[in-house]
């Protein structure tokens, strides 16, 4: 197989406009004539739905929540990036596009990210249109700040709550769609599986979570905006109903999964507390401002923080970063938590932390001003560990918060198979190996807003699409199939609970495929997985029926394709043998424990290829050409 | 001029239909003008609509039972003082059609009221097994979980009340400078014990309809401002426990005082 | 830590329903409440019982997809707090903590604790929206818009559709809910061209939804996890009433 990204030609800042003005239109009055299925409700796919129903396409819009509103974008707190250059501060669309390539260590599609780039400034105009109350200043203007270290100021923000805001005005725009009868919605429904007729989508099989009955769905396109997959690890930020299922039952069907070991750590959640742990809660990065990252000096060291003197102390961040200090990159400060935890100098009940202290920061400032900086993440804080960083320091550890790797796209956001549109962090397309922060927003609604609208078109029009039923050999297939994997699973009938072989597997790749992976860790996860996968179907408690609401069932679904897709996750791993971005190789860093790519081996883009549960998958590679940002080796010394 | 300006306001507000079509239908979808009148006759019949008419007539009620109480704290004055007011106010021309209106907000009141209550319960058809208070800054208070029993406890009430002041159960008395010996009308009535005890209890009702219900009423006509909304939540309390705390005092005093004295 | 917990269990939409016991042994104060769920569930699965529905997603207060009572009270006994961020140490040990779906005409019971809230949507759908079309919108700067302004927009704004206020209304009302979409976009200079058609049909379709009045009792205030105020229900008033007098026709 080939993989063509169908990159326009000409220089980067002008192949989408060329682009544009090269695809093929639909005529106005025909976009009627054509159904089309979105899968997801979040940034990606709200945006999507409401503007295809906004030209005139017959749209279905499908999510496993009881509303579209509360996919998990909502819960984004930090902001959205955008090229405005408002603040006069050096901003551009190509220092934003620079940024974005270096941030994703190099190994992202340049003019992918140079669109997004672009995309950016026109996305903060539409939701201002929309009502979003972004933050402003006192003479009326939108007010920016800098994010995730940043050099210039370029997040635009409302409060701590722009990922619900921007949900909400995409939300809003896709109600009135349903309003107009453009876009028809369908809550509560799980997609199962991808129908392709001639090789080309054309449907969907979803199970009704209200009534359990097996649905099938047909339309001339299918785009999936159905997020990551960090809910792997078990515990994360990711919100608990979020799942591969979607993506990787496309996979099933053919479509390639790329860059899947790109995971993103963030370094600043509130620790776990005990195995009852069933998420975890981010902490804007913010609060490393201010707050200053430290563990004892002693080993096992375990006094209260406030009896451990200054000198015993190790500022660590501070100590091996002189220049950068606690603002390090999020892998770089995750990582090193984890080394101190590994050190055996990790705090709190569990070892498995370090403190985040403001005591300088409320001396020097003052508790007012801190209040008025942190005050509602103080208070979140409090609320959840029941203890007061105003007196004692933050007790902080990273989690898996985001997901570079998804589905493979080409620059018209289409998977390998035809008719397949990924969009939002259900594709892989734009963070390369890493991801800023402020930009998973930005892209998703990019997608929706303003690039499927172009190039389904331009597929539609390009492509013969006879007509096809639901009663189609190809749907009643798929249906028959999902229908058998909800009959087996209840059949089951074992004794270990699905959370406890989900929180068996999310182990397995913390310490396996976390933040440091090394060749045996990611052989020993390798082989650990058949196996539990096996105990799974073995073994596996599913109760209660499937013709109603059964949130055991679903949650079974999703985990049992959690342990095919776990699979796929250790082995990108394993034969990406250089560290870039979220995904470090301990045998691949400099001398000073930095990541260290190697650009002559693996600058492309992995693209796997199913061939069977449990057999070897296939690699594609899409080479990466850097003509704009030429790589370099970051430090943050 | 100005009969000219009001008829081209009129005029702007129902722009042509093909205008109302293209400017409403991306709202309102294919149903625009059919549902833009039916909004017209749905005004007082939606929820917020019979907020406004409970709201306004609540208030009027208020303002009648202000001015009520007023003319009848001139008792303390003596028969011939009360008497003298009574009989002014019902030479009044213009009574008639103050009492109709008054009535008719009554009715408009209890209607709007009872008709609220009976959808309000059928929007929960399943009651929960476990209810209370969430606290502060809820205004629930018992007074406001039983506006419909004060409320019907008024309306009967009335009825015994206007019966027993207005005719007296048929017992009129004169008065030699002209008019109803009212006052002794109200000392007859509070004569008798029970008959005490029954407005005493009643005033206390009043009371508790308007410990809710005059801060309600601003709420329910829209008027809230910070500023205004901290005073008036605790105003609306005084005031009902000084009317309540008046009328009781009138019946106590005819019963201990002047109903002695005469 | 032991409880003992009385949970609302209904099979399905038509099915009658009752308060089960399920006494609960080993919770740990850290856990949340639907964490400590989820440990009583793990018992049922293990049984081989049919496991306690009930809604969540993000964990993390802002979702909105939480909606359990718990001893009469939507989102419990915190104040500004989703169920999801309510945690154990909040409780006594042995006490008796009963826990019951949202209950409202408009938001039937699918199963267990879990309701259906698509009327919200309906709601929103009426006209809780600008009808702006991708494309079309000029520089985000170009309106200026106070920071007063904006501020108040976003109280509003931060409504997170739970339906809490629905549920702790005597009324059933969804007068908070409206009224915090209404304000916003009532406030906002981008949410004039609509603004009394808007509200309009918004409170038409929740009369047609079978929500209830209001009588001002302020519960939903109360128990809004997000603590948006009843004065927006007085704006929502205001609105209508303008928008009655034909206001922007
Ligand atoms: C705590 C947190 C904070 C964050 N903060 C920021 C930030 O400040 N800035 C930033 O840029 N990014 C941030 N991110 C990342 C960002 O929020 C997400 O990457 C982004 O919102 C993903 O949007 P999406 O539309 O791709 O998918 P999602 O919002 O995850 O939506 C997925 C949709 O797909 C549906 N779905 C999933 N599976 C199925 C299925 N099988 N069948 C049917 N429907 C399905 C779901 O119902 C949902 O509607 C944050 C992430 C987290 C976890
Ligand atoms: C002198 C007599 C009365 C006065 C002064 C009075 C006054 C008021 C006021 C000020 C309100 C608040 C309005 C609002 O919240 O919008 C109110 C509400 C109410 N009244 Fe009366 N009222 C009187 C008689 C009655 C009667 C006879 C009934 C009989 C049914 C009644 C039933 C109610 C009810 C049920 C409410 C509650 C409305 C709600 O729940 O919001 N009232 N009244
Ligand atoms: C101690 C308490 C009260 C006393 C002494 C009192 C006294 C009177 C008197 C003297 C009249 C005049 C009768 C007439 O002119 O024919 C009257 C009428 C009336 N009162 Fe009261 N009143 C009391 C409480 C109330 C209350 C609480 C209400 C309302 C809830 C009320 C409502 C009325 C009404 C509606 C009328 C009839 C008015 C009319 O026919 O024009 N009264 N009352
Ligand atoms: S107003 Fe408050 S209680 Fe009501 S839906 Fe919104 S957030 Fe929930
Ligand atoms: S509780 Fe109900 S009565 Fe009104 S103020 Fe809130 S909607
Ligand atoms: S689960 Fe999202 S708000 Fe509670």
Redesign the interface.
Known sequence: MKLDARVPAGPIAEKWDRHKFQMKLVNPANKRKYNVIVVGTGLAGA?AA??LG?LGYNVQNFCI??????A?S??AQGGINAA?N?QNDGDSIYRLFYDTVKGGDYRSREANVYRLAQLSV?I????????V??????????DNRSFGGAQVSRTFY??G?TG??LL?GA???L??Q????KVK?F?RREMLDLVLVDGKARGIIVRNL?TGAIERYVADAVILATGGYGTAYYLSTN???SNVTAAWRAHKRGALFANPCYTQIHPTCIPV??D????L??MSESLRNDGRVWVPKKKGDTRPPEQIPEDERDYYLERKYPSFGNLVPRDVASRNAKQMADDGRGVGETGLAVYLDFKDAIQRIGPETIKEKYGNLFQ?YQ??T?EDPYKVPMRIYPAIHYTMGGLWVDYNLMSNVPGLHVLGEANFSDHGANRLGASALMQGLADG??VI?YTLGDYLASNALPKVTTDHDAFKEAADNAQKQINTLLAV?G?K????IHRELGRILWDNVGMARTEASLNDALKKIPTLREEFWQNV?V??TQD?????LEYAGRVADYLEFAELLARDALERRESCGGHFREESQTPDGEALRDDEHFSYVAAWEFKGVGRAPELHKEPLEFDEVHPSQRSYK | MLIGNAQTRQGDRRPPEGNVGTAVAPMLGAKVNSSLMATRTRIFSSSVGTKLLIGVTGVFLFIYLLIHIAGNLVVFLGPAAFNKYAFTLEGNPLLPIIELLLLSVFLVHIYKTVRMFLGNQSARPVAYAKKKSAGSPSRKTFASSTMIVSGLWLLVFLLIHVKAFHDGWGQQYEWPAGGRDLYRQEIETFSNPLMVVFYVISMVVVGSHLWHGISSAFQSLGADKPAWTRFILPAGKVIAVLIASAFIVIALWAHFVAGVRS | MRLNLKIWRQTGPTAAGRLVDYPTDGISTDMSFLEMLDVVNEGLISKGEDAIAFDSDCREGICGMCSLVIDGVPHGPDRGTTVCQLHMRRFRDGETVTIEPWRAKAFPVVKDLVVDRSAFDRIIAAGGYTSINVGGAQDGNAILIPKDVSDAAMDSAACIGCGACVAACKNASAHLFMSAKISQLALLPQGQQERYRRVTAMIDQADGEGFGSCSNEGECEAVCPKEIPISNIARMTREYVKAQLGAGK
Do not use: W
Not at chain 1, 124 to 131: E, R
Not at chain 1, 497 to 500: D, K, L, M, Q, V
Not at chain 1, 548 to 552: A, E, G, I, T, V
């Open positions: 945006s409401a503007s906004e929540q009881d509303s579209p509103r509360r998990h909502i819960a405005k408002y026109n903060i105009d539409q939701c201002v249109a929309q009502g109350p972004f933050a402003r200043e006192y003479g009326g203007l939108l409302a409060r709550q619900q805001q909400i939300y809003q725009s109600m009135r349903v309003h107009e009868k919605l809550a209200t919100a608990v109903n507390s005990g009852h742990q069933s998420k809660t981010l979140m609320k959840i029941d807003y303003f609208p009938k004794k609970t699905i959370r406890h408690s109760p209660g109603n609401l059964n949130q055991s």
